[in-house]
């Protein structure tokens, strides 16, 4: 969704026409830029996944939905966080992409400095939640992820394609993340479900990269496995990393975490990326790389909600 347009803008419309929609307020305007400076829809799916881990750990037998918004509150200001130190960083490059040229820092709604002082407080308490509603383990591995996502990956994204693998550990740390909150140790269902998402993330991110190449490309960011572009190296692995999917999808089940039912439901979904991938080596189109894209975005939460209705 596009960020509404400034209010310069509408008093300049307002001089040519009387038809206009209603000119929004500036809390409105601000809010609105908020929301995108955080990247609301990503910030909710990584905070899912950290809530959803939290209520598979053993420990946590009673749903207490006090702590589940604690968790999904800290979890928010923490990835927004990311996310806005990631687009203050990224200001230039973002204004020569077509899909992130509206963001708030990149088209002038909001200065740099604003969203690296609302990065800064909302990282700070976000982590201090984690700490004092949880435990420090979580509050550690929360600000571990933030600094690893936003000063490690974003500047690497530009240096060389191995960003995406630099990538994929905070982008799977909130598994472990929600494990360690509920159950207070990094006990092995913790790291299994890490590395689920840990290896669910190249297919979803390099089917993304396949299908925004153009764009990546014109803004210099380099995060295909191939210097040429979309490949068959690409498609062979997206393949690799969907097929060692399967293993690591069983050891939920293996390590007594959840039921054969969502033995079952993992198992297919895992096909079903292996699927995707083929045909994508086989078709070698944007068309196919939106199939393993959109397959991925589905996948995420059947699975992980299959090991929470099945957990053990």
Not at 303 to 310: D, G, R, S, T, Y
Request: glycine fraction near 6%; hydrophobic fraction near 55%.
């Amino acid at each position: 969704m596009l960020p509404e347009t400034g209010a310069l803008l509408y008093e300049a419309l307002d001089m040519t026409t009387t038809h206009l929609p209603p000119k929004p307020s500036a809390l409105a305007f601000h809010l609105r830029n908020y929301y995108l400076l955080v990247k609301f829809t990503l910030s909710f799916t990584v905070v899912f996944s950290c809530v959803i881990c939290y209520l598979i750990a053993p420990k946590v037998v009673v749903y207490d939905w006090a702590m589940i918004g604690w968790l999904f509150l800290a979890g928010m200001l923490v990835t927004g966080s990311a996310n806005a130190i990631n687009q203050a960083v990224e200001k230039d490059t973002d204004a020569l992409m077509k899909r992130t040229d509206k963001r708030p820092v990149a088209n002038g709604n909001m200065s740099q400095t604003e969203a690296y002082t609302f990065a800064a407080i909302a990282g700070v308490v976000g982590v201090f939640m984690m700490y004092y509603f949880f435990n420090l383990s979580s509050a550690l591995l929360s600000a571990f992820s933030l600094f690893l996502y936003a000063f490690v990956y974003t500047p690497l994204k530009k240096i060389n394609s191995i960003a995406v693998l630099v990538g994929a550990l905070p982008g799977a740390l909130p598994c472990l993340i929600g494990w360690v909150a509920g159950n207070d140790d990094f006990a092995a269902g913790g790291w299994i479900l890490f590395g689920m998402q840990f290896l669910w993330q190249f297919p979803h991110f390099w089917a993304i990269a396949w299908v925004a190449h153009t764009d990546y490309s014109k803004a210099g960011f380099k995060l295909l496995p191939a210097d040429k572009g979309p490949t068959h190296f690409t498609a062979i692995q997206c393949i690799m990393y969907s097929v060692l999917m399967i293993p690591m999808g069983i050891l939920p089940y293996y390590f007594g975490i959840s039921g054969t039912i969502s033995l079952w439901v993992v198992l297919a979904a895992n096909l079903g990326m292996v699927v995707q991938s083929i045909r994508l080596y086989r078709e070698m189109n944007v068309t196919a790389a939106r199939r393993v894209m959109f397959s991925s975005y589905i996948y995420l939460p059947i699975v992980l909600l299959a090991i929470l209705a099945n957990k053990a």
